[in-house]
């Protein structure tokens, strides 16, 4: 039998399927023999030896004393700082336990053990107030011993424990309630705190909250059918006796001791531990403990008990994560608080709110949070000095503080002074603009999801909210922030017109110039959002003055980006219109780029202002460089339309735009487009789009300005030949022949181009006549 079981436990063992408690149970069985245990530590720590023996928490740089020790069983001596703690330490540990001790026998034999003469009201008391016993022991290795009873078949010797063990706890929170009473003005004066546990209960390797839980809930229903095991255990004569089941209180339960456990627990303050699995095991424990508890229905007795836990947590200090100040690497209360703010909301809803806004801080993200009381050093204060960047369940935390601030939201809507109060809670402690987005999303669809009028307190809520989260995200990177601007302009619009009004008066400390101008703006001046305010003419007016005023004044600040939509915004207004393309004209020289002119060059076109399309070309034309290799470049249209432009106003006005083609564009192919356009057709004539006549003469190519748009094409295409032929390979032959049918074409248009395309083709086949094959070529098809 007992080499099978080594196999099932050695498989346990490579597969890390199983948690310390496992171990615990084994060596804590009551009826262990000494040679056995013997047995068992040799094989332990043999496996604990092995360099792949898993550590208990998963983290590989975590130091912890040794706290199973810390009992009064003679053990507190042994604080040596080990290595780090495998998942056997805890069983190696309390392989040293022993079951002897006089008052833990009596306290599991039987349901009669208590002492109503005893009101020793000191720490280590061994009854309560009430005559009851207490087992003062490391709470996770008391509960251990609990969950070794059940394991080995003595629930109700299991059940008697953890009763003792719950009575304990609710005996040490209540001293800890009158220690902080006492001391409450010299701790809050100093304004900081440090955290009493190294282990929390809740996420703890062996955890003790569930085991009592569990054994309160399951084991106590089986106590009350009877057991057939018994522990041989001493007698009780000299004790004072009390009727059976007797242990707990006038109207308490089971249950009702379960869920006060739970809450104790899950309140304590705690310090985060280190690594991602120690950390994801306090969520997941949290999570599990709270769905046990939800299947649990309240009754009387049971809101009395959450009314009195919660009235502990906001007054217990230091000993409880809802305490006043906490500690800033104490793990978080929002899951927690969520739990108990719904439990409270329909029964007491002023203490509810008091949880859940106490439960709301992160300190962690504080840059101003206190690194912990040094005075005391018998209390834990920072296991390691920063561990923010070592917070990896810190997305979720984040996200469980969102989903504790929307319940507070959906609960407080009709509440103008509840909104008031959560919504600075809410601007205070929760610094992710994603998640402050999502409940300004969440109250606006709150606010507006009756099909009668919407809750305007609350659709105030979401639009301060969104307006936190503009600020927040105005200077960094957000790839939703285009969103989250036309979200807040739809939520301003459903608050009315002032609320669009004001963010437009305010719009430097909210959005940039392009979003103020192409998205705000243009939004509010766009007709459904008239109609959706119902405004009047004098109201749109006033509205669309605000517009056009935030439009020029993101025109002035970035002339590069937001000109355009300005222009856009102030078509209908004279002024407004005019000195928008005064900004223009200013910035033009040194502040826009040649694109941009042109874009709002095309633009006066399209308005009718061709003399103030033509003015914007020709200073885009000033920043404009086309290379001789640049054929394809985006620019080449916007040259040809503002040649084209320039020939339909008239000579003077050609005359005025070649220079600058000639000095901006190298390009052959270029050029002589122009040049062809320009033969075709008299100035100001041009084309269906502004006369259908052609009355006038055509301009001579031996004359200004053409000869030297014609010297300067002929010149192009020159030194595009040379600059083609230094590095030109056998596969291009063909198209650079191509190329020079086309530059003969353009030759033939000056009155002796013959002579000089003869010449040209002489120097080329002079200069390149080491390159055979391709003269042969020029020689064939030229001469």
Not at 743 to 762: L, P, S, V
């Amino acid at each position: 039998m007992l080499p099978l079981l080594l196999l099932l436990l050695m498989m346990m063992f490579v597969f890390s399927l199983w948690s310390c408690a496992l171990w615990m149970c084994i060596v804590l069985n009551p009826h262990c023999k000494p040679e056995q245990k013997s047995s068992w530590l040799r094989q332990l720590r043999r496996w604990n030896s092995v360099d792949v023996c898993p550590w208990e928490d998963g983290n590989h740089g975590n130091e912890l004393p040794n706290l199973t020790h810390s009992l009064p069983q003679g053990a507190h001596g042994n604080q040596e700082m080990r290595p780090h703690r495998t998942v056997f330490t805890r069983a190696i540990e309390a392989c040293d336990l022993h079951w002897q001790d006089r008052h833990l026998q009596h306290i599991i034999a039987s349901d009669l053990y208590a002492n109503y003469c005893y009101h020793d009201n000191q720490e280590g008391s061994l009854f309560d107030s009430r005559g009851w016993p207490l087992w003062h022991e490391h709470v996770p290795t008391a509960c251990a011993r609990v969950d070794a009873l059940r394991s080995h078949g003595y629930p109700r010797e299991a059940l008697r424990l953890a009763i003792a063990v719950v009575n304990t706890l609710r005996r040490q929170q209540q001293r800890q309630l009158e220690h902080f009473r006492r001391h409450k003005k010299e701790l809050l004066h100093k304004g900081h705190t440090s955290i009493t546990n190294m282990e929390g209960w809740v996420g703890h390797p062996l955890d003790p909250i569930g085991t009592l839980f569990s054994t309160l809930t399951e084991s106590g229903r089986a106590g009350e059918e009877g057991s057939n095991t018994c522990l041989d255990l001493s007698g009780t004569a000299d004790l004072q006796r009390m009727p059976v089941q007797r242990l707990l209180g006038d109207g308490e339960s089971y249950v009702a001791l379960a869920v006060e456990t739970a809450l104790i627990g899950l309140g304590q303050q705690r310090v985060m531990p280190d690594g991602l699995y120690a950390q994801e095991k306090v969520c997941r424990n949290e999570e599990q403990l709270l769905a046990k508890l939800q299947e649990v229905e309240l009754d009387d007795s049971l809101v009395k008990i959450f009314r009195k836990q919660a009235v502990f947590l906001l007054e217990a200090g230091p000993y409880s994560g809802l305490g006043e100040i906490v500690h800033r690497e104490s793990v978080p209360m929002h899951t927690f608080a969520r739990y108990l703010f719904t439990s409270l909301l329909p029964h007491d809803a002023e203490l509810a709110y008091k949880i859940a806004l106490r439960a709301m801080r992160l300190p962690v993200l504080e840059s101003t949070a206190s690194s912990g009381d040094l005075s005391r050093p018998h209390h834990i204060v920072s296991v390691v000095p920063n561990r923010y960047p070592r917070w990896f369940t810190l997305s979720h935390i984040e996200s469980q503080q969102c989903e504790l601030a929307s319940t507070m939201l959906t609960a407080a809507k009709g509440d103008s002074r509840r909104l008031e109060t959560v919504l600075e809670s809410i601007q205070k402690n929760i610094h992710s603009s994603s998640h402050i987005f999502k409940l300004a999303q969440d109250a606006f669809k709150i606010a507006t999801l009756m099909d009668s009028l919407p809750d305007i307190t609350l659709l105030k809520v979401s639009l301060e909210l969104g307006l936190q989260v503009m600020r927040i995200t105005l200077s960094t990177l957000n790839w939703r922030r285009r969103e989250m601007v036309r979200w807040l302009v739809t939520c301003a619009t459903e608050v009315g017109v002032y609320a669009l009004d004001s963010i437009m008066q305010s719009w430097f400390t909210l959005f940039t110039p392009t979003e103020a101008t192409s998205i705000v703006a243009t939004t509010v001046m766009s007709n459904s959002t008239i109609v959706r305010l119902h405004l009047d003419c004098h109201q749109q007016e006033n509205l669309a003055s605000s517009a056009r005023t935030l439009a020029l004044q993101c025109a002035m600040k970035d002339p590069q980006n937001c000109a355009l939509s300005a222009l856009t915004l102030c078509e209908k207004d004279h002024i407004a219109f005019e000195t928008a393309y005064q900004i223009v004209l200013d910035a033009a020289a040194t502040g826009m780029s040649y694109t941009q002119l042109f874009t709002i060059a095309r633009y006066m076109e399209h308005r009718g202002y061709p003399m103030r399309a033509y003015k914007l070309a020709t200073l885009a034309m000033a920043h404009l460089n086309l290379s001789y290799n640049q054929d394809t470049h985006p620019a080449i249209n916007d040259v040809l339309w503002a040649c084209a432009l320039s020939h339909s106003l008239g000579k003077n006005e050609l005359a005025a735009v070649i220079p600058l083609v000639v000095k901006s564009v190298k390009c052959a192919t270029v050029l002589s487009d122009i040049l062809r356009r320009c033969t075709l057709t008299t100035p100001g004539m041009v084309s269906a789009l502004h006369s259908r006549r052609n009355s006038g003469k055509l301009m001579s190519l031996d004359k200004a300005p053409l000869r030297q748009l014609l010297d300067a094409t002929i010149g192009a295409y020159i030194n595009t030949t040379h600059s083609r032929l230094t590095h030109i390979s056998p596969r291009h032959y063909s198209e650079f022949i191509e190329f020079l049918g086309k530059a003969r074409e353009t030759f033939m248009m000056a009155h002796d181009g013959h002579i000089q395309f003869t010449q040209f083709i002489d120097n080329l086949k002079q200069i390149y006549k080491g390159k055979k094959k391709l003269m042969m070529l020029v020689r064939e098809r030229f001469g």
